[in-house]
């Protein structure tokens, strides 16, 4: 296999270019799009098979020469594929905007925007409500007997179309309301991450992880102090040091240096607000690649729990389904490991024929947690997804 990166002159969307089969992984307008099919990869070799490519790349910045792009699912040790564009566009921080083909790849023209239609949708729970605050209510008892520090417990609800919904007119919609968010679309699976696992670009390692949730009402008085209100919540506090203090000790033995935020600051979205917290830092050398990182980190507490083993054990036990690639990480690795990944979150599972789609949403589950109150969160986290699905 040969790859060619060379600057692109003119200004594609890449949005228009991944159109409704291709591949996305962006944010604020930076990031990639694929299409076409070189290869599937286990993600495991995915840097000893892209370094074996001939390439010649005339740009030379992360995300140049050939890439893969993949999820790695949220159970840790599950077999994951990754897929390398036969045609990728890239655009970076700077403006720069570059082409990368694979083997002579004919280049696709970007997709026409998406035409409005007409259909009748339905929403259904996946697991009952019933099971799901049992399920909340089993983690908080744990936590209160001190069986493990938290637990996220999570459901899903399914949407049903008469009509095959349009996965170019969702990342439209996706990206006129969080465009902030990391953005995806792989094999069927789209969403619009909040949420930062892992950026590698040579030595230099950064994450952002969230953990704590309030709605945004869209009245900024009430959105103030609901953000106030979260800063001051205890239970949120402790959902969110325990997750800082996880992706700390993870990095820190790869790390020359790590720093980070000493309080969480809030992350607002277009339906939700968040406790975030930035890390940053240098890698010592030789440093491992960004999908080693992803996996050490996934999935994290703000998806699983802590300790990791016990919450998983118990999120098998009682949530009564099977996430898949919803809590791992989806991102792009290139040939040198540099890479971004997002936590899996705010997202759907399309079905082939595009008729149905089923979405996730969960939250942390601490001693004080009250079952009904977390399912109004997760009613909220929803929003996200389902009105990109159903708005006309």
């Given amino acids: 296999m040969r790859a060619v990166t060379r600057v692109l002159d003119e200004d594609i969307d890449l949005n228009d270019f991944a159109g409704e089969d291709g591949f996305l992984f962006v944010r604020d307008g930076v990031g990639l799009a694929g299409r076409g099919v070189a290869a599937r990869i286990e993600a495991d070799s995915a840097i000893e098979f892209l370094a074996a490519i001939d390439y010649l ?3 030379g910045v992360a995300g140049c020469g050939p890439i893969a792009m993949g999820v790695l699912p949220f159970k840790p040790g599950a077999s994951a594929k990754l897929i390398v564009p036969a045609v990728t566009i890239g655009k970076g921080v700077d403006g720069q905007r570059w082409i990368t083909i694979i083997d002579d790849a004919e280049i696709p ?6 035409s409005p239609t007409a259909a009748d949708f339905s929403v259904r729970p996946g697991v009952d409500i019933a099971t799901y605050l049992a399920a909340v209510a089993a983690a908080r008892d744990a936590v209160r007997a001190g069986q493990l520090d938290k637990a996220v417990i999570a459901r899903d609800i399914v949407v049903s179309s008469s009509e095959p919904i349009n996965v170019h007119a969702v990342l439209l919609r996706l990206r006129a309301s ?3 968010s990391y ?3 792989i094999d069927g699976f789209l969403g619009a991450s909040p949420e930062l696992l892992i950026a590698l670009d040579g030595a230099t390692v950064s994450s952002h992880p969230l953990a704590g949730t309030t709605p945004r009402t869209g009245d900024p008085a009430t959105d103030a102090r609901l953000a106030a209100e979260l800063l001051a919540s205890p239970k949120n506090q402790i959902e969110h040091r325990v997750v800082i203090d996880v992706v700390h000790d993870t990095l820190l033995p790869w790390a020359s240096y ?3 935020e000493p309080e969480p600051s809030i992350v607002a979205v277009a339906n939700v607000q968040h406790l975030g917290t930035r890390m940053h830092g ?5 440093s491992p690649d960004v999908v080693t ?3 050490a980190l996934s999935p994290t507490p703000a998806l699983g729990g802590h300790p990791q083993q016990a919450a998983l054990d118990l999120i098998e036990r009682v949530e009564g389904f099977r996430r898949g690639r919803y809590g791992g990480a989806v991102g792009w690795v290139d040939a040198r490991g540099n890479g971004t990944w997002a936590v899996a979150i705010r997202c759907a599972e399309f079905s082939q024929d595009r008729r149905q789609a089923r979405l996730f949403a969960g939250g942390g589950i601490v001693a004080d947690s009250e079952p009904l109150a977390e399912l109004a969160e997760t009613q909220a986290k929803f929003q996200a997804m389902l009105s990109a699905i159903i708005r006309p």
């Fill in 57 to 59: 790349d005339s740009v």
């Fill in 109 to 114: 023209s970007p997709a026409d925007r998406p």
């Fill in 178 to 180: 969080f465009g902030s």
């Fill in 183 to 185: 953005r995806y679309s």
């Fill in 258 to 260: 790590l720093d980070w």
């Fill in 282 to 286: 240098q890698l010592s050398q030789p």
């Fill in 293 to 295: 990182l992803a996996k």
